[in-house]
Nanobody, 123 residues
């Protein structure tokens, strides 16, 4: 599967962005999916993840109540709605697909990655 992220950009604190991850080659429902982010000098960490069935969803504590992961199977696209953005949300955001776990929360659990999209939140 090939993954291509879009929707990143520069936004003021308190603002919103919606990231999209378009999949090609295989249907999204074949994989558990996740959004990860990596800030300069830091490790790549999970932000949100969703199981293959869509029944199980995980959010990192830092984004609970602000971010929402969703998917549109017909469009073969994964989304991350980000509200109430904070400067500490600034990072490159990656989507990933996993075949071997129910909900991917670690980078080594993911089998495919997109190229990433930059999100910058100004104070």
């Amino acid at each position: 599967v090939q993954l291509v992220e879009s929707g990143g950009g520069l936004v003021q604190a308190g603002g919103s962005l919606r990231l999209a991850c378009a999949a090609s080659g295989r249907t999204l429902s074949s994989y558990a999916m996740g959004w990860f982010r990596q800030a300069p000098g830091k490790e790549r960490d999970v932000v949100a993840a969703i199981s293959r069935s869509g029944e199980n969803i995980y959010y990192a504590d830092s984004v609970k109540g602000r971010f929402t992961i969703s998917r549109d199977i017909a469009k073969n696209t994964l989304y991350l709605q980000m509200n109430s953005l904070k400067p500490e949300d600034t990072a490159i955001y990656f989507c990933a697909a996993a075949r071997r776990v129910i909900v991917p929360t670690r980078t080594y659990e993911c089998d495919y990655w997109g190229q990433g999209t930059q999100v910058t939140v100004s104070s």
